[in-house]
Nanobody
Framework: QVQLVESGGGLVQAGGSLRLSCAAS????????MGWFRQAPGKERERVAD????????YYADSVKGRFTISRDNAKNTTYLQMNSLKPEDTAVYYC????????????WGQGTQVTVSS
């Protein structure tokens, strides 16, 4: 089992940057692939990025390609989402989630952290 806690959200001006962190606890963090998702008010949840247990990104949403970078530090049990060139449409609650390495089913989720991008 693993538990996830996001942090690093906040208010930022358009064009600015934020780095989100997802701290994992439990015995098996390194065996999980990780993803970042977001959900804006009135919109469906969107998968933002995914990374393997070895730290290789496997997915970026078209809306964030070239601006966001997912990474992880297994020694610190932490997954990151570096967000650059932020736009107002990036405003959402951001969640991290864990999945087994061999299947794309995210079965452990954090509580979310709010990101607000002002014009």
């Amino acid at each position: 089992q693993v538990q996830l806690v996001e942090s690093g959200g906040g208010l930022v001006q358009a064009g600015g940057s934020l780095r989100l962190s997802c701290a994992a606890s439990g015995r098996t963090f390194s065996s999980y692939a990780m993803g970042w998702f977001r959900q804006a008010p009135g919109k469906e949840r969107e998968r933002v990025a995914d990374i393997t247990w070895r730290g290789m990104p496997t997915y970026y949403a078209d809306s964030v390609k070239g601006r966001f970078t997912i990474s992880r530090d297994n020694a610190k049990n932490t997954t990151y989402l570096q967000m650059n060139s932020l736009k107002p449409e990036d405003t959402a609650v951001y969640y991290c989630a864990a999945r087994p390495a061999s299947r794309y089913v995210y079965d452990v989720w954090g509580q979310g952290t709010q990101v607000t991008v002002s014009s």
